[in-house]
């Protein structure tokens, strides 16, 4: 063989192995980048999955702080009417904070027996056409009674019993059981429609009896009132977990919820695209633990999430590969002449290569910021510190050469405030002026991003012509190219996070889509943290109902026995005295019911302002009840001291309180009882200073009295009493004797007032001071009141057959019979049973009455009237009347109470308002008559003063009828 085709031979030799070689590598090559786009990708359809099921967690999560706050509402509450549900559920905003949720409801657990209330308390509510659905007789009910918001979606669902269907059932026992949420399986909701239907499902929250134990599945059975609940329509709850990657999923993923853990058609709760997808390249199946419940999760790659495959990368290294290689094979071939040629071509192949591998590890760069900030949102405390640690991780995780994040303020100039920034800055935050308005200061990055709701890119600092007020200061800090990424939740941007780079062109598509999924996490997770406070927020709340009453913030009942507790401890141990003044506001009902409840609450908060001016600081003031409190002093008091602090609870209240325009006087009866004397525990003494009360109220009210062991005995004797009126009105032991009413210029008898005596079987005739109070109390006023009335007719009827001028029968009537009973029936059917003339019956009324339901009070009285019955006005002066009241109604006398007629010969006050009374009964065209009249000078006084009649001791005290038919008889021999 010749040299020459030696030569020859070596020249193809060598190309054809370097071609051979070339094409191996770059196979190699291709593959390895392929294999590392396929990873990559897998890695990112891995993380999606992670994050639309912790989107479905976190969501769920929410929903369920929804329930126990709203149970919360019933536990701190005895009753949560209609109007509390509404308020409360208009104020937790559902449809602008929590999208998916269809509302939140309450339904109520109904006995069968109790069916028929039910119906009729919910139809008097407003509700004509409530009734429970489906029907038909079941043992128990579970009506919803309470579903907000009212849309008409939600109306159609009241009434209907979840209790019927076994799904829900299932869902509600094991929740009322386990005493935790539960939701149930797949469901059709009964608000659905065959127009838009879509699959739902159910949350239940158990709510138990106020106080009422629970910790066991007995009890909870037993003590269980209903359950608060939130329904879900399944398309509308992912809309609103996924938020604006609905759209974007629904292209790239498909997902799909099946109910429990098979993967059957008819248990589908939710798919993306409504198809099966069995060829796709990643397929990802979750079963995920929801409240006592399980969802089966499926998702699949689609077409155009698995085009990313295509690596760019890869096809580079093939192309560059194959090139390489002819040109190594071209180079093998002329190596001799042109090898400086062929080590150009491989050192840039070699820059290709790297810059490949930069533009790699940039995105890794960006996965990895990705999932440490998603690491910061799960384990955030605080809405600054997140917005720090992702500012300072964008940073130094990122590789980014500043990050600040701005909020857009709703002021007049629209500005956008940073609230935090990391990385090399150098004050330029603060040199810059940034708007989101459409101005100079507003069209920048920034701006741009918070107005329009999209992320800005700035590609290139020096070239953009939106840059312009900001170029010099950016250029002197070295930032090149920045990104603004609008923070959106809900529909609303709240502000942006702003990155900055320090070579132009930095942001590349992959990059950017990475860093706008990490704007979308950070608007949620600040949203969460606000949520978070807010409801605790709510619970601080519950809290402070605990232990401290609502209206006036001071101590409850609960609070108070506990600073009792610890200072009784002290006491002991220092021999000291801990005491405790029970204050009972005089005559506060008639505030309420004469002014209003509104009214009654600012006199409550006015009465405690004065109470804080004038008890010891250290002292503790607690309403226990509505117009009742307690003051707790604890330390070195002895009587004299607790005497000094209850004087002066009286003298400040000496001064009338002025409520809009209401002149009022107030005034407290207060009883004391002291630790260890009076008792060594917080209900006793709290018994005993109530008890002490009743003494103060006996002494004239606006006083205070110890207690005393012969309060207790009183209070024995009450209660003995008490139990006796049964018997008492069963066994007829009552007797009426009656007390002359005198004409001042005749002398003659007018009328006869009838006094109930109790002819006691063991203690005698017992008067009406010591169980008239315990009658009215216990409600056995009405039995006797009605005796009293028939009684006095009769014995009127007998006097009008026997006497030509027989005197007028007056009967007091009570207030509680005018509240609770039919007065006028009574009163017609005593007359018709009697026989008695109506003009000789006379019905006294106190002036509470004219206080109560005045409308109805009205109607009584004029029906009165219409029978011919005479009405007066016992007691007059010592209330409320209004002279309107007077001038309406058809009154026939007033009464002038004794305690006037005995102060108007030595108090000029006295004087000035008897002669008052008379004036204004007079120019009424009234009958004017004063009772407790004992010497000759106050009958001299009244007789002067032109009073028309007299009732006292001075003529007679109240005798049985015998007795006074002889007054009446000596009357006709004196006349004849």
Same mark, same amino acid.
């Given at each position: 063989?010749?040299?020459?085709?030696?030569?020859?031979?070596?020249?193809?030799?060598?190309?054809?192995?370097?071609?051979?070689?070339?094409?191996?590598?770059?196979?190699?090559?291709?593959?390895?980048?392929?294999?590392?786009?396929?990873?990559?990708?897998?890695?990112?359809?891995?993380f999606?999955?992670?994050?639309?099921?912790?989107?479905?967690?976190?969501?769920?999560?929410?929903?369920?702080?929804i329930?126990?706050?709203?149970?919360?509402?019933?536990a701190?509450?005895?009753?949560?009417?209609?109007?509390?549900?509404?308020?409360?559920?208009?104020?937790?905003?559902?449809?602008?904070?929590?999208?998916?949720?269809?509302?939140?409801?309450?339904?109520?657990?109904?006995?069968?027996?109790?069916?028929?209330?039910?119906?009729?308390?919910?139809?008097?509510?407003?509700?004509?056409?409530?009734?429970?659905?489906?029907?038909?007789?079941?043992?128990?009910?579970?009506?919803?009674?309470?579903?907000? !918001?009212?849309?008409?979606?939600?109306?159609?669902?009241?009434?209907?019993?979840?209790?019927?269907?076994?799904?829900?059932?299932?869902?509600?026992?094991?929740?009322?059981?386990?005493?935790?949420?539960?939701?149930?399986?797949?469901?059709?909701?009964?608000?659905?429609?065959?127009?838009?239907?879509?699959?739902?499902?159910?949350?239940?929250?158990?709510?138990?009896?106020?106080?009422?134990?629970?910790?066991?599945?007995?009890?909870?059975?037993?003590?269980?009132?209903?359950?608060?609940?939130? !329904?879900?329509?399944?398309?509308?709850?992912?809309?609103?977990?996924?938020?604006?990657?609905?759209?974007?999923?629904?292209?790239?993923?498909?997902?799909?919820?099946?109910?429990?853990?098979?993967l059957?058609?008819?248990?589908?709760?939710?798919?993306?695209?409504?198809?099966?997808?069995?060829?796709?390249?990643?397929?990802?199946?979750?079963?995920?633990?929801?409240?006592?419940?399980?969802?089966?999760?499926?998702?699949d790659?689609?077409?155009?999430?698995?085009?990313?495959?295509?690596?760019?990368?890869?096809?580079?290294?093939?192309?560059?590969?194959?090139?390489?290689?002819?040109?190594?094979?071209?180079?093998?071939?002329?190596?001799?002449?042109?090898?400086?040629?062929?080590?150009?071509?491989?050192?840039?192949?070699?820059?290709?290569?790297?810059?490949?591998?930069?533009?790699?590890?940039?995105?890794?760069?960006?996965?990895?910021?990705?999932s440490?900030?998603?690491?910061?949102?799960?384990?955030?405390?605080?809405?600054?510190?997140?917005?720090?640690?992702?500012?300072?991780?964008?940073?130094?995780?990122?590789?980014?050469?500043?990050?600040?994040?701005?909020?857009?303020?709703?002021?007049?100039?629209?500005?956008?405030?940073?609230?935090?920034?990391?990385?090399?800055?150098?004050?330029y935050?603060?040199?810059?002026?940034?708007?989101?308005?459409?101005?100079?200061?507003?069209?920048?990055?920034?701006?741009?991003?918070?107005?329009?709701?999209?992320?800005?890119?700035?590609?290139?600092?020096?070239?953009n012509?939106?840059?312009?007020?900001?170029?010099?200061?950016?250029?002197?800090?070295?930032?090149?190219?920045?990104?603004?990424?609008?923070?959106?939740?809900?529909?609303?941007?709240?502000?942006?996070?702003?990155?900055?780079?320090?070579d132009?062109?930095?942001?590349?598509?992959?990059?950017?889509?990475?860093?706008?999924?990490?704007?979308?996490?950070?608007?949620?997770?600040?949203?969460?943290?606000?949520?978070?406070?807010?409801h605790?927020?709510?619970?601080?709340?519950?809290?402070?109902?605990?232990?401290?009453?609502?209206?006036?913030?001071?101590?409850?009942r609960?609070?108070?026995?506990?600073?009792?507790?610890?200072?009784?401890?002290?006491?002991?141990?220092?021999?000291?005295?801990?005491?405790?003044?029970?204050?009972?506001?005089?005559?506060?009902?008639?505030?309420?019911d004469?002014?209003?409840?509104?009214?009654?609450?600012?006199?409550?908060?006015?009465?405690?302002?004065r109470?804080r001016?004038?008890?010891?600081?250290?002292?503790?003031?607690?309403?226990?009840?509505?117009?009742?409190?307690?003051?707790?002093l604890?330390?070195?008091?002895?009587?004299?001291?607790?005497?000094?602090?209850?004087?002066?609870?009286?003298?400040?209240?000496?001064?009338?309180?002025?409520?809009?325009?209401?002149?009022?006087?107030?005034?407290?009866?207060?009883?004391?009882?002291?630790?260890?004397?009076?008792?060594?525990?917080?209900?006793?003494?709290?018994?005993?200073?109530?008890?002490?009360?009743?003494?103060?109220?006996?002494?004239?009210?606006?006083?205070?009295?110890?207690?005393?062991?012969?309060?207790?005995?009183?209070?024995?004797?009450?209660?003995?009493?008490?139990?006796?009126?049964?018997?008492?009105?069963?066994?007829?032991?009552?007797?009426?004797?009656?007390?002359?009413?005198?004409?001042?210029?005749?002398?003659?008898?007018?009328?006869?007032?009838?006094?109930?005596?109790?002819?006691?079987?063991?203690?005698?005739?017992?008067?009406?001071?010591?169980?008239?109070?315990?009658?009215?109390?216990?409600?056995h006023?009405?039995?006797?009141?009605?005796?009293?009335?028939?009684?006095?007719?009769?014995?009127?009827k007998?006097?009008?057959?026997?006497?030509?001028?027989?005197?007028?029968?007056?009967?007091?009537?009570?207030?509680l019979?005018?509240?609770?009973?039919?007065?006028?029936?009574?009163?017609?059917?005593?007359?018709?049973?009697?026989?008695?003339?109506?003009?000789?019956?006379?019905?006294?009324?106190?002036?509470?009455?004219?206080?109560?339901?005045?409308?109805?009070?009205?109607?009584?009285?004029?029906?009165?009237?219409?029978?011919?019955?005479?009405?007066?006005?016992?007691?007059?002066?010592?209330?409320?009347s209004?002279?309107?009241?007077?001038?309406?109604?058809?009154?026939?006398?007033?009464?002038?109470?004794?305690?006037?007629?005995?102060?108007m010969?030595?108090?000029?006050?006295?004087?000035?308002?008897?002669?008052?009374?008379?004036?204004?009964?007079?120019?009424?065209?009234?009958?004017?008559?004063?009772?407790?009249?004992?010497?000759?000078?106050?009958?001299?006084?009244?007789?002067?003063?032109?009073?028309?009649?007299?009732?006292?001791?001075?003529?007679s005290?109240?005798?049985?009828?015998?007795?006074?038919?002889?007054?009446?008889?000596?009357?006709?021999?004196?006349?004849?």
């Open positions: 063989m010749s040299k020459g085709e030696t030569t020859s031979n070596r020249a193809l030799l060598i190309p054809g192995i370097f071609l051979l070689l070339g094409l191996t590598l770059t196979y190699f090559l291709q593959s390895s980048a392929r294999e590392a786009a396929r990873e990559a990708l897998h890695d990112e359809f891995k999606r999955v992670s994050e639309v099921l912790g989107n479905i967690d976190r969501r769920l999560q929410s929903y369920e702080q329930l126990e706050s709203t149970a919360g509402l019933f701190a509450s005895n009753q949560v009417g209609r109007g509390d549900f509404v308020e409360y559920v208009r104020a937790l905003k559902l449809e602008g904070k929590y999208p998916g949720i269809q509302g939140v409801g309450f339904a109520k657990v109904v006995q069968d027996k109790d069916k028929a209330r039910h119906l009729s308390e919910m139809r008097a509510s407003g509700l004509a056409n409530y009734d429970i659905r489906p029907a038909g007789q079941r043992d128990l009910y579970t009506p919803i009674v309470y579903l907000e !918001p009212s849309t008409s979606r939600n109306h159609r669902a009241i009434g209907y019993d979840m209790y019927s269907e076994p799904v829900r059932r299932a869902a509600l026992e094991k929740a009322r059981d386990e005493e935790k949420i539960q939701i149930s399986g797949k469901v059709r909701l009964v608000q659905e429609t065959d127009q838009d239907l879509q699959s739902g499902f159910l949350m239940y929250l158990p709510v138990y009896q106020r106080k009422a134990t629970h910790q066991t599945i007995e009890a909870r059975r037993a003590n269980l009132i209903g359950w608060v609940y939130a !329904p879900f329509r399944m398309n509308d709850l992912m809309a609103g977990i996924l938020g604006e990657r609905f759209g974007e999923v629904g292209t790239t993923l498909n997902l799909e919820i099946f109910d429990g853990d098979s059957q058609p008819s248990r589908q709760m939710f798919n993306t695209d409504g198809q099966s997808h069995e060829n796709a390249q990643f397929h990802a199946v979750q079963r995920i633990p929801l409240f006592g419940h399980q969802w089966t999760v499926v998702i790659s689609l077409a155009p999430f698995e085009a990313r495959m295509r690596s760019d990368k890869a096809n580079i290294i093939a192309l560059a590969g194959t090139i390489a290689s002819l040109l190594l094979a071209l180079v093998g071939w002329l190596l001799a002449t042109a090898r400086a040629r062929a080590l150009a071509i491989a050192h840039r192949m070699t820059e290709e290569l790297q810059h490949s591998e930069a533009a790699q590890k940039r995105l890794n760069r960006a996965l990895r910021l990705l440490d900030c998603n690491m910061a949102l799960v384990h955030a405390e605080e809405e600054y510190k997140l917005l720090s640690e992702i500012c300072r991780l964008c940073v130094e995780r990122g590789g980014y050469l500043m990050a600040w994040v701005g909020y857009a303020e709703q002021d007049a100039h629209k500005t956008v405030r940073p609230i935090a920034q990391s990385g090399y800055e150098s004050g935050l603060e040199k810059i002026s940034i708007s989101w308005a459409d101005n100079e200061h507003g069209r920048g990055p920034t701006g741009t991003a918070i107005r329009s709701g999209r992320p800005n890119v700035n590609q290139n600092i020096l070239t012509p939106a840059m312009a007020p900001w170029r010099e200061a950016a250029s002197q800090r070295g930032y090149q190219s920045s990104v603004a990424l609008p923070l959106i939740c809900e529909a609303r941007v709240l502000g942006a996070l702003n990155v900055y780079a320090h132009p062109g930095a942001f590349d598509p992959e990059e950017l889509h990475l860093l706008e999924e990490l704007a979308n996490d950070l608007a949620y997770g600040i949203v969460a943290l606000r949520t978070r406070e807010e605790a927020a709510a619970k601080d709340r519950l809290t402070f109902l605990d232990h401290f009453d609502s209206l006036t913030h001071l101590p409850n609960l609070l108070l026995r506990d600073r009792f507790e610890r200072a009784a401890l002290t006491a002991k141990s220092a021999q000291e005295t801990v005491c405790l003044l029970y204050l009972d506001l005089d005559r506060f009902k008639q505030v309420n004469s002014l209003g409840y509104a009214v009654g609450d600012q006199v409550l908060v006015g009465v405690v302002e109470l001016q004038c008890v010891p600081p250290a002292a503790t003031i607690s309403r226990v009840s509505g117009d009742e409190f307690v003051v707790l604890a330390g070195n008091y002895d009587t004299t001291g607790i005497a000094v602090v209850a004087n002066a609870i009286r003298d400040v209240f000496a001064e009338p309180l002025t409520i809009d325009a209401h002149v009022l006087n107030l005034s407290f009866s207060i009883g004391i009882s002291l630790y260890p004397g009076d008792g060594e525990d917080f209900d006793t003494l709290l018994k005993h200073a109530h008890t002490a009360i009743g003494s103060a109220k006996e002494a004239g009210r606006n006083t205070y009295r110890f207690f005393t062991r012969e309060m207790n005995a009183g209070l024995a004797e009450q209660i003995r009493l008490t139990g006796g009126l049964s018997n008492a009105v069963r066994h007829g032991e009552f007797l009426l004797h009656y007390q002359p009413q005198i004409d001042i210029r005749s002398g003659r008898i007018t009328g006869a007032e009838a006094l109930i005596r109790w002819q006691h079987p063991t203690d005698g005739l017992v008067p009406p001071g010591k169980f008239i109070s315990l009658a009215e109390r216990s409600g006023i009405m039995q006797i009141g009605e005796w009293v009335l028939n009684e006095a007719c009769r014995q009127g007998v006097w009008m057959d026997q006497y030509p001028e027989a005197p007028v029968v007056a009967v007091n009537l009570s207030a019979q005018f509240k609770h009973g039919n007065v006028l029936d009574m009163v017609a059917k005593a007359l018709a049973t009697s026989g008695l003339r109506p003009d000789r019956l006379e019905l006294e009324l106190t002036e509470s009455i004219l206080l109560q339901d005045a409308e109805a009070t009205m109607k009584t009285l004029r029906g009165l009237k219409t029978l011919g019955v005479k009405l007066s006005i016992d007691d007059f002066g010592t209330g409320y209004s002279l309107s009241y007077l001038k309406q109604l058809a009154i026939d006398k007033l009464k002038i109470d004794q305690s006037f007629v005995w102060d010969l030595s108090d000029e006050d006295g004087a000035s308002i008897v002669k008052a009374i008379i004036q204004l009964g007079h120019t009424l065209q009234l009958t004017v008559i004063a009772e407790g009249v004992e010497t000759d000078a106050q009958l001299a006084f009244l007789n002067t003063v032109g009073c028309d009649e007299a009732q006292g001791y001075l003529f005290r109240p005798v049985p009828a015998e007795q006074l038919a002889k007054l009446l008889e000596n009357e006709e021999t004196e006349r004849a």
